[in-house]
């Protein structure tokens, strides 16, 4: 799916990861101008091999950004965010800002803190593989995929009109969501899903004299629930942990679900309710359908406008011109 690009203004990227590599290398196939950054020097070397315009060197990276007005997409771990933003608010205060960030309430807060709030809307691709690393990226890795733009009541129409387009130039369709709301949900259908799939994964190994066998047994079933399972620790820990408010409620009606089935198995001798309840959850999923719309940035409460929609099933795939 490839789409004309909606603004001509250029992106810089900054982490040039699997998310934020896969930016770079979309926004390339649309014809989007764009260019990179990453701390690691063999990284930046690697993109620019493969014919990207990338750098290490931030300052300079960023300085680029703020004399052309540019778009900023943080595509860099949430441990890194601080030092990030502090360096956008020192060498970039004129630049559009978004994220690629799992978590909205911390980026938005930390955002406020550096004093860029007037140029920003969170953003959250949500794609990805167990993989990482720039020879990780795909061009494709966004086609048909959701891309959250928050649409917070501080959010600016601006910042919100960038960061959707650069969304839609990656292949996306873009729902809007307030942060908060955000974080609440992929409490429920990322972060959980990880601790739940190292949960499986560690627990088929537990009995040390059974772990071979079943090893040799595992089969798609396995395969397909602890998938995320292969992604670096590093990474799970800092997406849950900087969600862990919303996460703890997450666990918690995990946890309740799993011991309201033991007692279930133990003292009936079924696991009848929570699979007919997991069964109807996951077809309600399947039917799920989206319905195009087109957002209005103006007016008293546009952001509300927008979150409302987006609870309702609304995407944005077009933005007027």
């Not at 091999?49 to 540019?70: P, Q």
């Not at 133990?266 to 039917?287: H, N, P």
Request: net charge negative; charged share 20%; hydrophobic share 45%.
């Amino acid at each position: 799916m490839q789409r004309a690009p909606h603004s001509g203004v250029p992106v810089c990227v900054l982490g040039l990861g699997l998310i934020g590599g896969s930016i770079l290398r979309a926004l390339g196939r649309a014809g989007r101008p764009a260019y990179g950054w990453n701390r690691s020097a063999a990284a930046a070397d690697d993109a620019s091999a493969a014919g990207f315009d990338a750098s290490s060197d931030l300052s300079a990276t960023l300085r680029r950004a703020n004399d052309g007005g540019h778009v900023i997409v943080i595509a860099v771990p949430v441990p890194a965010l601080d030092g990030v933003l502090a360096a956008v608010a020192e060498h970039a205060p004129q630049a559009w800002l978004t994220d690629a960030v799992s978590v909205k309430s911390a980026v938005a807060r930390r955002v406020a803190e550096a004093g860029l709030t007037n140029r920003y809307a969170g953003g959250h691709p949500m794609a990805g593989t167990a993989h990482s690393g720039w020879e990780a990226t795909d061009p494709s890795l966004f086609d048909g995929a959701i891309w959250v733009v928050t649409a917070d009541d501080a959010t600016p129409a601006q910042a919100w009109r960038l960061a959707a387009g650069v969304g839609l130039d990656c292949g996306a369709v873009i729902v809007p969501a307030g942060s908060a709301e955000h974080d609440d949900a992929v409490a429920r259908i990322s972060h959980s899903v990880h601790l739940v799939a190292e949960t499986v994964a560690a627990v088929a190994e537990s009995d040390p004299a059974a772990a071979p066998l079943a090893r040799s047994l595992a089969a798609s079933s396995f395969r397909d629930v602890t998938r995320v399972a292969g992604t670096a620790p590093s990474l799970v820990n800092a997406m849950c942990e900087a969600n862990a408010p919303a996460l703890l409620d997450a666990l918690d009606d995990t946890i309740a679900d799993l011991i309201a089935v033991r007692t279930e198995l133990a003292e009936q001798g079924t696991v009848g309710a929570l699979t007919e309840r997991g069964y109807a959850a996951r077809k309600r999923y399947e039917a799920v359908r989206r319905t195009p719309f087109v957002p209005v940035l103006d007016g008293d409460g546009w952001q509300r406008a927008l979150r409302e929609a987006g609870h309702a099933g609304g995407v944005v795939t077009a933005l007027d011109r």
